[in-house]
RNA sequence: GGAGGAGUGGCUGAGCGGUCUAAAGCAACGGUCUUGAAAACCGUCACACCUUUACAGGUGUCGUGAGUUCGAAUCUCACCUCCUCCGCCA
């Protein structure tokens, strides 16, 4: 959410922003119902007032005729009141509608495009290995390897299941325990958060009302979180924090869970893409400047590039072009790895910054040193999840045997320098 | 799942139809004093929105929402959250 002043000082501003991320959003609506509304605010507010006034010289008199005269007289004003009221409130309710729509601006070095196809390469990291021979993709490599099992995962999870077993799941805690020592080093606060939440914690992360189909609802009215940003945004929520204490940085550990409504044919074999996962997410609230949050941004960035390089895996990063951006981000990096079966590189984390636009929603702000109270900055990046990140590690080490060869950092937690 | 109790400013907590413009205390901040600090004393101390170039004025907010009333922190209803007890339980 935006900000209302500045959404209609900037009427032409918000226009182009949702060009570029191709989100269709018609700002002079909006700013036709907020005349509105604040025409009928003020005639209400008058009579308000009016009705204060009036109180405090019913109190005054004592003659009980003049009294119910007064009285008699206050309940005209009342009953006018009344019908003004209740078409404030569908203004209201129509504005607010409006409000959660409106599209962040993105950043001035966002690339314009379409969709990912026009996201632009930023960085490059490491040599793609060359094979001898064919490489073997994933699926075929853990089943060889008795690392996964698919058909079980269906008979007993439905479409996308999967059990990571035998040294499929030893790999897996390796990763999480290299990614716990890794994070923590890089000041970051670990935190096991939930992953059923309430309605209003996404609806402030500004994945709501937007993405209802791809969020799994409990009869209770509750939602499974498709990541851990979530709740550990809205740990904050509602809270005043002290400027010193800025910024606060989050490593957040949850299940993630994601219907994937709208991608049913794509990658429907292996653990691409699957309805439940486990991730690790680097959560920073940071100070109201522009500067902070572009800083903050390429270190949450750079953490993940860099984890990314101690497990010896190829990757690129490409800034996100503005038909890939959310409603709420400003700026977005992609880091990518190498995924040799498919001779491509594939997501394998997702780096934004929203300025205020999710905090705004969640009501998360701080007293600056002039005495102000300002919404935080938020960002946030992947620093790990599985078993996606499983597939480029499996895939750029695995032998002409289909044995697999351990990275060099993995190997105190499983114990063995290859899996065969 | 059942029974009871409670939600008031950064915190503690009084108020239970009009005098609430929300007491008091603590914390915080500014000042006096001091070589410096502490103590003491004096002062400041919620947020949001609307009107206004500004000065200033207005409205709303006592968990949330609806209702009763000329008037609600105070009465009614629903919901949310927390606490206590019983039951169930990793």
Same mark, same amino acid.
């Given at each position: 959410?935006?900000?209302?002043?500045?959404?209609?000082?900037?009427?032409?501003?918000?226009?182009?922003?949702?060009?570029? =991320?191709?989100?269709?959003?018609?700002?002079?609506?909006?700013?036709?119902?907020?005349?509105?509304?604040?025409?009928?605010?003020?005639?209400?507010?008058?009579?308000?007032?009016?009705? &204060?006034?009036?109180?405090?010289?019913?109190?005054? !008199?004592?003659?009980?005729?003049?009294?119910? &005269?007064?009285?008699?007289?206050?309940?005209?004003?009342?009953?006018?009141?009344?019908?003004?009221?209740?078409?404030? =409130?569908? +203004?209201?309710?129509?504005?607010?509608?409006?409000?959660?729509?409106?599209?962040?601006?993105?950043?001035?070095?966002?690339?314009?495009?379409?969709?990912?196809?026009?996201?632009?390469? !930023?960085?490059?990291?490491?040599?793609?290995?060359?094979?001898?021979?064919?490489?073997?993709?994933?699926?075929?490599?853990?089943?060889?390897?008795?690392?996964?099992?698919?058909?079980?995962?269906?008979?007993?999870?439905?479409?996308?299941?999967?059990?990571?077993?035998?040294?499929?799941?030893?790999?897996?805690?390796?990763?999480?325990?290299?990614?716990?020592?890794?994070?923590?080093?890089?000041?970051?606060?670990?935190?096991?958060?939930?992953?059923? +939440?309430?309605?209003?914690?996404?609806?402030?992360?500004? %994945?709501?009302?937007?993405?209802?189909?791809?969020? %799994?609802?409990?009869?209770?009215?509750?939602?499974?979180?498709?990541?851990?940003?979530?709740?550990?945004?809205?740990?904050?929520?509602?809270?005043?924090?002290?400027?010193?204490?800025?910024?606060?940085?989050?490593?957040?550990?949850?299940?993630?869970?994601?219907?994937?409504?709208?991608?049913?044919?794509?990658?429907?074999?292996?653990?691409?893409?699957?309805?439940?996962?486990?991730?690790?997410?680097?959560?920073?609230?940071?100070?109201?400047?522009?500067? +902070?949050?572009?800083?903050?941004?390429?270190?949450? @960035?750079?953490?993940?590039?860099?984890?990314?390089?101690?497990?010896?895996?190829?990757?690129?990063?490409?800034? *996100?072009?503005?038909?890939?951006?959310?409603?709420?981000?400003?700026?977005?990096?992609?880091?990518?790895?190498?995924?040799?079966?498919? *001779?491509?590189?594939?997501?394998?984390?997702?780096?934004?910054?929203?300025?205020?636009?999710?905090?705004?929603?969640?009501?998360?702000? %701080?007293?600056? @040193?002039?005495?102000?109270?300002?919404?935080?900055?938020?960002? *946030?990046? @992947?620093?790990?999840?599985?078993?996606?990140?499983?597939?480029?590690?499996?895939? &750029? &080490?695995?032998?002409?045997?289909?044995?697999?060869?351990?990275?060099?950092?993995?190997?105190?937690?499983?114990?063995?320098?290859?899996?065969?």
């Amino acid at each position: 959410m935006l900000d209302i002043k500045f959404i209609r000082e900037n009427k032409e501003l918000i226009e182009m922003g949702a060009k570029k =991320k191709h989100i269709a959003f018609d700002v002079s609506l909006l700013l036709a119902a907020d005349d509105k509304r604040r025409a009928l605010m003020i005639a209400i507010e008058a009579k308000r007032a009016e009705q &204060n006034s009036f109180n405090d010289k019913i109190m005054q !008199v004592t003659d009980p005729v003049e009294r119910t &005269n007064f009285i008699a007289e206050m309940k005209k004003v009342k009953d006018s009141l009344v019908a003004e009221e209740e078409q404030l =409130k569908e +203004v209201t309710k129509n504005w607010q509608l409006l409000m959660l729509q409106v599209p962040n601006i993105p950043d001035m070095s966002v690339p314009e495009g379409d969709d990912d196809g026009g996201n632009r390469e !930023v960085k490059t990291w490491g040599d793609k290995p060359v094979f001898s021979f064919k490489p073997k993709d994933h699926i075929e490599l853990m089943e060889k390897l008795k690392m996964a099992d698919f058909e079980r995962g269906a008979k007993v999870a439905g479409f996308r299941g999967y059990f990571l077993t035998g040294d499929g799941a030893v790999l897996d805690f390796a990763v999480w325990q290299h990614a716990m020592k890794f994070f923590a080093g890089k000041g970051f606060t670990p935190m096991f958060v939930p992953s059923l +939440v309430r309605r209003e914690t996404l609806l402030g992360t500004g %994945y709501l009302p937007q993405g209802e189909d791809d969020m %799994y609802k409990t009869q209770d009215n509750d939602y499974l979180a498709g990541t851990g940003e979530v709740a550990a945004m809205s740990f904050y929520s509602g809270e005043v924090l002290k400027k010193e204490d800025l910024p606060k940085k989050i490593l957040a550990f949850s299940p993630c869970f994601r219907r994937e409504a709208g991608s049913h044919s794509k990658d429907t074999n292996g653990v691409m893409r699957v309805h439940e996962f486990m991730k690790f997410e680097q959560i920073i609230l940071c100070e109201a400047s522009h500067e +902070v949050s572009v800083r903050f941004h390429e270190e949450l @960035t750079e953490n993940a590039e860099e984890f990314m390089q101690s497990l010896g895996i190829p990757h690129r990063t490409v800034v *996100n072009c503005g038909g890939d951006l959310g409603l709420g981000q400003v700026k977005k990096y992609d880091i990518e790895a190498w995924v040799p079966s498919q *001779n491509t590189y594939r997501e394998t984390h997702s780096a934004s910054y929203f300025h205020d636009f999710q905090t705004r929603r969640l009501n998360i702000r %701080y007293k600056d @040193t002039d005495g102000k109270m300002r919404f935080t900055h938020s960002l *946030n990046n @992947t620093a790990v999840a599985t078993p996606r990140v499983l597939i480029p590690l499996i895939e &750029n &080490n695995q032998r002409e045997d289909g044995s697999i060869n351990v990275p060099e950092v993995l190997r105190a937690y499983i114990g063995k320098d290859s899996i065969q």
